[in-house]
Nanobody, 124 residues
Framework: VQLQASGGGLVQPGGSLRLSCATSGLDLNYYAIGWFRRAPGKEREWVSCINRGDSTTYYTDSAKGRFAISRESAKNTVSLQMNGLKPEDTAVYYC??????????????????WGQGTLVTVSS
């Protein structure tokens, strides 16, 4: 199983970025996918995830209304659309996967497959 995150970069406050997580070696229809981030000097935190099966999505409070996670199983890709970016969103973003039960909330897993991170910098 391999995951590769991409799409990070430098963006001004209020701007948008779309992160992509390309996966291989797994069938997205059987895995929950999560996005996490680690800001400078801080612990890694969960940002969002999407269930296997019913594609229910979850977001940390700071991401609600601004971020949107989506899955394209045919392309083996999960994306994170980030709008209204703020300086506090600056972090290395990681995607992760876990073999999941059908409709079990993706927030309840310890993710065991991780991609390398992609850096998002929000600054004027």
């Amino acid at each position: 199983v391999q995951l590769q995150a991409s799409g990070g970069g430098l963006v001004q406050p209020g701007g948008s970025l779309r992160l992509s997580c390309a996966t291989s070696g797994l069938d997205l229809n059987y895995y929950a996918i999560g996005w996490f981030r680690r800001a400078p000097g801080k612990e890694r935190e969960w940002v969002s995830c999407i269930n296997r099966g019913d594609s229910t999505t979850y977001y940390t409070d700071s991401a609600k209304g601004r971020f949107a996670i989506s899955r394209e199983s045919a392309k083996n890709t999960v994306s994170l659309q980030m709008n209204g970016l703020k300086p506090e969103d600056t972090a290395v973003y990681y995607c992760a996967a876990v073999l999941a039960g059908y409709r079990r909330p993706c927030t309840r897993y310890d993710y065991n497959y991780w991609g390398q991170g992609t850096l998002v910098t929000v600054s004027s």
